[in-house]
């Protein structure tokens, strides 16, 4: 019968518990795959646009706090926010954190749809579904950009205290408002960004003309009820950080019962001769030529072993590697093959000729070599 030893079993258990914690850590929340955000890789969510914009080297980021706590020099994009959702049920906090913030100084982008309530941000506009396919021109935009989504909303008419900087066959699709010392520009449909449509025609340069012109964005998930952690006791209680815990508690402990299973090694008091110098240059000549390219090999080896000797021949004084050559070669009891070595006008070609040059140099006459003593 096949035996394991102990130690191995040891191994492959902890192995197994380091994978599934690394698994149980870098798993995607599947609810956040199919959300509606920047974080959602399905046909509403725009996470592709965010990707995009990092391929372009536009550093955009999300945001998850309150617009209150974003700087002010940021751009916050809303993509379909919820406050703007006639159906959903919400508090004016956050539509006043909104408007608070710009009127301080940010600029906030936000994209609706064709039932999006805009009164509820002091716009006066009402959104319409468009036809089968939009024209976008205006300042916001290189030339007539073709969008290709059914349905693309325009607004019925523009404000008179708001601005049209991009226009939907001839109607007004984004409108920029001043509000204190910022400004909101309100787009009628944000479609174009989603998964599904980015891919459509002109989708994505639209996008990237409005980061060009108004600035690289943060996408607010907070609005889509994504917020960030504000405690150390909320960090402490996501269970996929518990369980990793857990995991390498009990790995730490496997590792220290392993460790005390067996006895302590220790080194035998029998005293072993020390390596010839023959030996230690044999074993260092091979130990090069594995590489390979024994050119190579002997160039790295010769460069230290120059190193080594100007320090041994002028401890005090700084000795040039020339010097050094022309010293050690001034010697007459090297042969004229060493002298090559050692002045690099020879390479060798196989393993044979790499040690024969290594021990050339490690024997050179008026050095005293370290790994002689």
């Not at 102990?6 to 870098?26: A, E, H, K, S, T």
């Not at 926010?81 to 936000?110: H, M, Q, S």
Request: glycine share 6%; net charge negative.
């Amino acid at each position: 019968m096949l035996s394991i030893p102990r130690r191995v079993l040891y191994l492959i258990l902890v192995l197994m518990l380091v994978l599934l914690g690394i698994n149980v850590w870098i798993e995607r929340s599947k609810s956040l795959d199919n959300s509606e955000t920047s974080l959602g890789v399905g046909v509403d969510g725009y996470k592709a646009a965010y990707d995009l914009l990092h391929e372009l080297h536009f550093p955009a980021g999300r945001s998850y706090v309150r617009p209150v706590h974003v700087p002010h020099d940021h751009v916050l994009w809303m993509v379909m926010p919820d406050f703007l959702n006639p159906e959903a049920r919400l508090t004016d906090a956050d539509v006043n954190d909104l408007k608070e913030w710009i009127k301080a100084g940010g600029v906030a982008v936000v994209m609706g749809d064709v039932a999006s309530q805009w009164d509820r941000l002091g716009l006066d506009a009402t959104a319409k579904a468009g036809e089968t396919t939009s024209l976008i021109k205006g300042d916001f935009a290189t030339g007539g950009l073709t969008i290709p989504i059914e349905n693309l909303a325009y607004f019925k008419s523009a404000e008179k205290d708001a601005r049209v900087r991009l226009n939907s066959d001839g109607r007004p699709f984004a409108l920029e408002k001043k509000m204190g010392g910022g400004k909101l520009i309100a787009i009628a449909d944000g479609q174009f960004i989603f998964n599904s449509n980015l891919d459509k025609a002109d989708a994505s340069v639209l996008l990237v003309d409005l980061v060009r012109e108004i600035g690289t964005p943060d996408f607010d998930e907070y609005s889509h009820g994504l917020v960030a952690s504000e405690s150390a006791f909320a960090l402490f209680s996501n269970p996929q950080l518990l369980i990793l815990l857990a995991i390498a508690s009990i790995t730490a402990l496997l590792w220290i019962a392993q460790q005390h299973s067996f006895p302590a090694r220790g080194l035998r008091d029998e005293q072993c001769p020390a390596p010839s110098l023959d030996s230690f240059v044999d074993s260092l000549g091979v130990l090069y030529s594995r590489s390979n390219d024994p050119i190579a090999a002997f160039n790295a080896y010769r460069a230290s072993f120059l190193r080594r000797a100007r320090r041994q021949l002028s401890p005090k004084i700084e000795l040039s590697e020339q010097s050094a050559i022309d010293r050690l070669a001034r010697d007459r009891s090297l042969s004229e093959e060493d002298r090559a070595w050692l002045q690099g006008n020879k390479s060798p070609t196989n393993e044979a000729e790499l040690v024969r040059a290594v021990r050339a140099l490690e024997s050179c006459p008026g050095l005293t070599n370290e790994h002689r003593q």
